[in-house]
T-cell receptor, first 111, second 112 residues
Framework: SQTIHQWPATLVQPVGSPLSLECTVEGTSNPNLYWYRQAAGRGLQLLFYSVGIGQISSEVPQNLSASRPQDRQFILSSKKLLLSDSGFYLC??????????FGQGTRLTVV | GNSVTQMEGPVTLSEEAFLTINCTYTATGYPSLFWYVQYPGEGLQLLLKATKADDKGSNKGFEATYRKETTSFHLEKGSVQVSDSAVYFCALGVTGNEKLTFGTGTRLTIIP
């Protein structure tokens, strides 16, 4: 069966510090991978998606970047965090445009 | 383009009440439709899905029917429980498009 791991679960970082959130998928190959952000009390905002190694599509201009160094690994990064980067970050995968499966999320607080 | 419109929340119901959360969509092509549930502090979980017109998805007492004529996929449950308190998202996916389209979510609170 397929599983998705996302870590860390919570993170408190000072403004201006770097960020690296990691997501890995097991039990499938060549998945589509996604990073979403969810601000408090709001819906989902798609940040990045990837259909293959090294292929990243950005949905919104921002202070963040994404990379896919391996087939089942998706990393969300920032060189310098802003207060507005605080939120709940969700990684997800899907195959063949069917339903997406989500990780447990990372609660990021920038202070 | 594709879009999903769902009922604004929050919705508050008493235990054992009947639940309906409305969802309508616009899509190019033939979408699959989904309902996701998000419990506090967690990621989204797929609750149910339907892949073609007139299909009914069901799970944990929840149901939704894919209505092509009204472009709707309303979520229903006959008798809600306190444990159903969560945020519910309607979504669609279209073959050939890598991205799911989500509604804004509806927060449901069930009071004993």
């Amino acid at each position: 069966s397929q599983t998705i791991h996302q870590w860390p679960a919570t993170l408190v970082q000072p403004v201006g510090s770097p960020l690296s959130l990691e997501c890995t998928v097991e039990g499938t190959s060549n998945p589509n991978l996604y990073w979403y952000r969810q601000a408090a009390g709001r819906g989902l905002q798609l940040l990045f998606y990837s259909v293959g190694i090294g292929q990243i599509s950005s949905e919104v201009p921002q202070n963040l970047s994404a990379s896919r160094p391996q087939d089942r690994q998706f990393i969300l990064s920032s060189k310098k965090l802003l207060l507005s980067d605080s939120g709940f970050y969700l990684c997800a995968w899907s195959r063949l445009n069917t339903e997406a499966f989500f990780g447990q999320g990372t609660r990021l607080t920038v202070v | 383009g594709n879009s999903v419109t769902q009922m604004e929340g929050p919705v508050t119901l008493s235990e054992e009440a009947f639940l309906t959360i409305n969802c309508t969509y616009t899509a190019t092509g033939y979408p699959s439709l989904f309902w996701y549930v998000q419990y506090p502090g967690e990621g989204l979980q797929l609750l149910l899905k339907a892949t073609k017109a007139d299909d009914k998805g069901s799970n944990k007492g929840f149901e939704a029917t894919y209505r092509k004529e009204t472009t709707s996929f309303h979520l229903e449950k006959g008798s809600v429980q306190v444990s159903d308190s969560a945020v519910y998202f309607c979504a669609l996916g279209v073959t050939g498009n890598e991205k799911l389209t989500f509604g804004t979510g509806t927060r449901l609170t069930i009071i004993p």
